[in-house]
């Protein structure tokens, strides 16, 4: 038990450190910050933007590059209003909330409920604590609000901030944030949207016309979603204008079962290929499925706080094609020239969170060394670091000349200026090299490259590796060789 809670706490302290290195070094900061923040919402850094755009291109390529039957697309974030009626997210997209009438605070019913239960638990009321929560997920499923305000009220929950139980009667409230569309007479309701995919269903056919796809056959697309999430946790990963990579995939009826374990063999292979131990990835089946899903696994990653999701997998039937077909009058049928039929395809769905996926990212590279330092005399004795996978790093080189004087730095910034067509690189000059070293390696920049005076006499550089801090000298004109074969998106896609 002992044991258990020391982990657990080492693990908060580690997610602690994590975010704090996120926002110290240019990756994540709380979007407006000077006004201190908004909930749930963050903002990219220099180096977060270019991370995040490495797993993007990562994901885009294996994708619509390496796969013949797939094409991108980029629809627009609002959409018809009518979209949202007929994907059920106007009816379905909603969670059982509950608010405070002293602290006016609101809270999602679950979550509020699986806070009493982990209490209970703490004071040695395990079978309480399991009573209560088998008791809030069949009130759930059966969409009971009235049964979780008994439960609520039969176990005395009480607002973490005004301690007391005057509450409002449990409500559904919708997950989507609204707006309005035209002039203040006239105007139109319309939604943020929740998910990308409605956008690759609506453009179905037009894709399949101009594209000339043939099923089975794929659209990617990578985009903002938004979700008026009431409990905020966990950092970037419950946001409220978050960025998802969805891929629908069409397929004959009957052909579903087959294209379900095609993408989950397929989408396990790019996590293992990303560099993410096996033993950190979960697969995760769902036993409540979301309205539009008759099978569905969540692949779940262990963050500092736990196995959580980062990509589901949905067997969406014809669900949302037939519902547009319904809703817009317009046929969602496609003519199988091999089969000799029309139908409505089925979909087979792969959906990642982009902004989860950099926290995982950064999550299994974020390294805090205590020991001693081999490779070279300047080099820190305790160092953190992010052993982020070369091509995902958002600086490829750094280039230092040793020294200020004898035309070191000329002969620097000319190689500087040889690969910067290339590769993200950064020049540095100030500072002693050892802290130029231990910069580039909270960033997670994976080779030095160093300028020194035997540079001058022989065209060599020494470059200095970020994981092992081996150093050895390489001639120059192979330095872009070395970077291309190592740090180039290509090098992930091979191993596909
Ligand atoms: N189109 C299907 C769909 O949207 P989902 O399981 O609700 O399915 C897919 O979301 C992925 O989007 C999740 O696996 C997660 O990575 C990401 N995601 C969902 N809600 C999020 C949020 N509030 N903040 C960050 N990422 C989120």
Redesign the pocket.
Known sequence: MCTTNTSSSNQNNIFKDLVAHAQAYGFIYPSSEIYDGLQAIYDYGPYGVALKRNIQSFWWQSMTQLQQNIVGIDAAIIMHPTTWKASGHLDGFRDPMVDNKDSQKRYRVDLLIEAHATQLAAQSKAVEAKELVEAMETCLQAADLLGLDKLIQAFKITCPVAKTANWTPVRQFNLMFSTQSGAQNDATTIYLRP?T?QGIFVNFLNVQKTARMKIPFGIAQIGKAF?N?IVARQFT???RE?E?M?MQFFIQPGTEKEWFNYWQKTRLRWYTVLGIPDQKINIHPHKQL?HYAAAAI?IEYDFPFGFK????I?SRTDFDLSNHEKYAKKKMQYFDADAQKHYIPYVI?T???L??LVLMVLSNAFIQEGKVATGGAAEPKNRTLLKLPPPLAPIKAAIFPLLKKDGMEEKALAIFDLLKYDFPLVYESNQSIGKRYARQDLIGTPYCITVDHQTLEDETVTIRERDSMVQYRMVIYKVAHLLHETTSIKSLLVQL
Do not use: C, L, N, Y
């Not at 999701?309 to 589901?312: N, P």
């Open positions: 998910e995919a979700r999430e990963f419950r946001m978050f998802q969805e979301a969540d999701e980062v990509e589901g949905h769905e959906s990642a969170g902004d989860r």
